[in-house]
C-alpha cells in the first residue's frame, strides 16, 4: 500500500464539508445505471466507493440493493453520508480511510468507485492495491465532470479563473509527486490489472444561481473557507461580482455537464 507523502492531510476537506454535500452536482442517476449495466451489477453485489465524500455515488448505488462500502478521510463526511442513506432508506458501511489506508477486511468487491478523487491519489499505487480487494470477475469505475467549452458555460471559466489567481495554482500533490507528472488516467489503466476500457457518460442541461457557484467554489479544497483564511471575503465579493455581469437575474448561464 502506498505511503502519503508529506503533504497529505486526511482532513484538506474539512472545512469543505456543508458546501460539498450541499452545491456538488449529483452524479445522473442514469450514469449510475449505465455503469451497473456495464459492471454486470446484481441485487446483493458488492461495491466499494473510495473517497466517497458525502456519499453522492455511494447512496445511488445502495439504491440499487447494492451492498455498498464507503470510505473517506473525513469523518464529517462521513456523518454527512450516514444522514443522506438514512433519509435516502439505505445503508451503507462506513469506514474512515483512504487510499493510503484502505479497510483490511473487506472484500472482494465487484465494482469499486472513485468520483472526483484519483487525482488525490498516488494513483498506480492505488491501482495495484485496488486489484488485490476487487473480485476477478469486479471492475472499477472513475467518476467525474466536465463542463464543455461553450458560451452557455462562461459562469465555469470565470470561476476557474478566480480560483487560480486565490490559489490554485498548484497541481495534486499526489499526482505530481507519485505518478511522474502528467501521465493520463488512461495511460495507466492501460498499464494496470484493468486494462481493459469503456467510457460512459450523459450530459445533463441545468441552471445554476450565482449562489450555487460560490458554495461549489467554498467546496473546493483550494478555495475553502480554511484555506482561503482572511480572503474569503474578497474572494466571494469578487465571484459574485463577475458572476453579475454575466447575469442580469442573479443565474448564471445554463450549465451542460
Keep these: 500500500m502506498a505511503e502519503p507523502s508529506e503533504s497529505f492531510d486526511p482532513r484538506r476537506f474539512r472545512s469543505t464539508v456543508p458546501f460539498y454535500a450541499r452545491y456538488r452536482l449529483a452524479y445522473p442517476a442514469r450514469l449510475v445505471e449505465r455503469v451497473a449495466e456495464l459492471a454486470g451489477l446484481q441485487t446483493g453485489d458488492t461495491v466499494l466507493d473510495l473517497g466517497s465524500g458525502p456519499g453522492l455515488l455511494a447512496i445511488t448505488f445502495a ?10 478521510p473525513e469523518p464529517e ?7 443522506g442513506a438514512r433519509a435516502a432508506g439505505v445503508q451503507l458501511d462506513l469506514r474512515q480511510g483512504s487510499s493510503f489506508a484502505l479497510p483490511t477486511d473487506v472484500g ?16 498506480a499505487q492505488t491501482l495495484q492495491d485496488l486489484d488485490v480487494i476487487i473480485a476477478s470477475d469486479g471492475a472499477l469505475a472513475l467518476f467525474g465532470d466536465d463542463h464543455p467549452n461553450t458560451v452557455e458555460n462562461a459562469w465555469r471559466r470565470k470561476l476557474r479563473e478566480i480560483c487560480d489567481r486565490y490559489g490554485r495554482k498548484s497541481l495534486p500533490h499526489v499526482m505530481a509527486a507519485a505518478d511522474h507528472g502528467f501521465r493520463g488516467d488512461e495511460s495507466l489503466l492501460l498499464d494496470s490489472s484493468f486494462p481493459q476500457l469503456e467510457r460512459a457518460g450523459v450530459f445533463v442541461r441545468r441552471q445554476i444561481t450565482i449562489e450555487e457557484v460560490v458554495g461549489l467554489a467554498f467546496s473546493l479544497s483550494s478555495t475553502s473557507l480554511e484555506r482561503l483564511g482572511d480572503r474569503a471575503a474578497a474572494f466571494e465579493r469578487e465571484l459574485r461580482e463577475e458572476l453579475g455581469a454575466l447575469s442580469s437575474d442573479d443565474r448564471s448561464p445554463r450549465s451542460l455537464r
Excluded at 63 to 72: F, G, I, K, N, P
Excluded at 77 to 83: D, G, R, S, T, V
Design 63 to 72: 439504491q440499487r440493493r447494492l451492498r455498498v462500502t464507503a470510505v473517506d
Design 77 to 83: 463526511m462521513l456523518e454527512i453520508a450516514k444522514e
Design 108 to 123: 472482494p468487491f465487484k465494482l469499486v468507485t472513485i468520483g472526483r478523487a484519483f487525482h488525490w491519489m498516488d494513483r
